[in-house]
């Protein structure tokens, strides 16, 4: 009798435990389905990906300046709608009521601080004009993030704010200025609302991210300046994940607004990276060194990201395989 009743209460835990790893597997992966989604900056290389996706079961709107026409036909050419959006304009009256609004769009490049300010000035008109959505996903960047000497240190969301862009001097205040914002009209306006520190993305569309520069760089015999005494580590993640990602965690949009890192589940170095699209593709990289590297890059803290929403499906070597078929069809790559 004592090993029917151990018998069946294994059993009972065991179904109970099933069924709490398929409930947690659906919160994770969680898709959206049949809602109006708003998302700015959807020419680029980021968003893109994101409306391409969603409008396969939702009504997307693709918000962008649409300085290039034949994007916004390529857009609406997949059923995706199309308003006009210049991120600072104070005057949003004309774009459509969403249920969701996932923002992406900002100037990646601004030339002057009061530039760069727009970018969260921007956004704060943004929320109050969709302060009764259901959800609103703000993509920030990790360049918020101060440096840190050690290039194998994680980053986690609690660490020193403060970060500074080489390749863009007045980007990652005008970011950090921006979660700012976002914050207060999270709370101002009762606006459910989750912060993303985007890493590393990269794709197919707009420059391709890290990875796919440097299959440029190799096909143009461009040079990439590395570090001269390490080498520059980061989170890459696939602009597919990136999806997923960002679905699983507009879940758990919230008053305050959470802040989480997005990037891959893998870290890895930009020189391994090229040394692995080399050895697949039999480009060359030219490198040589200097005191910064050419791009400044970040391992950031999963943790968080995947108690939220999952692991990605991608590791980076299957990623840049899957973004160089779309990007660089005519590269036979090797086994």
């Known amino acids: 009798m004592p090993s029917r009743i151990c018998t069946g209460a294994m059993a009972a835990a065991f179904v109970f435990s099933y069924i709490a790893v398929r409930f947690l597997k659906k919160s994770h992966n969680s898709m959206l389905e049949n809602q109006r989604i708003l998302i700015t900056g959807a020419t680029g290389q980021v968003a893109r990906p994101i409306a391409e996706s969603l409008v396969k079961n939702n009504q997307v709107w693709a918000a962008a300046r ?27 009256a004309h774009l459509p009521d969403v249920d969701y609004v996932i923002h992406c769009g900002c100037n990646t490049d601004p030339k002057t601080s009061d530039e760069g300010m727009l970018n969260a000035e ?23 993030y101060r440096d840190n000497p050690d290039p194998l240190a994680v980053i986690a969301e609690d660490a020193v704010l403060g970060g500074f862009s080489h390749y863009s001097h007045h980007y990652a205040m005008s970011k950090l200025a921006t979660e700012a914002v976002v914050r207060y009209q999270a709370l101002s306006l009762n606006l459910p609302t989750i912060i993303a520190r985007l890493d590393v993305a990269y794709g197919e569309h707009g420059h391709g991210g890290v990875p796919m520069v440097l299959v440029d760089f ?7 300046q590395r570090k001269a005494d390490s080498e520059s580590y980061c989170s890459p993640i696939y602009q597919d994940d990136i999806t997923q990602q960002v679905q699983g965690l507009l879940a758990h949009a919230a008053v305050p607004a959470p802040v989480v890192n997005l990037g891959g589940d893998d870290p890895v170095s ?6 692995y699209i080399e050895e697949i593709t039999g480009l060359k990289l030219t490198m040589n060194s200097g005191d910064n590297a050419m791009w400044q890059m970040k391992i950031l803290d999963s943790n968080k990201r995947m108690e939220l929403a999952g692991a990605c499906e991608y590791g980076w070597k299957d990623g840049i395989r899957a973004a160089m078929r779309k990007r660089f069809p005519e590269i036979e790559l090797k086994a």
Do not use: C
Request: proline share 3%.
């Open 122 to 144: 921007g956004t704060g008109f943004l929320m109050q004009r969709y302060q009764d959505v259901k959800g609103f996903f703000h993509m920030s960047s990790s360049s918020i």
């Open 218 to 224: 190799m096909k143009n015999g461009w040079p990439y």
């Open 66 to 92: 649409f300085s290039n026409p034949d994007a916004r036909g390529e857009l609406e050419a997949q059923g995706i709608k199309t308003a006009t959006f210049t991120i600072g304009d104070a005057d949003l």
């Open 270 to 275: 930009v020189e391994a990276m090229a040394a």
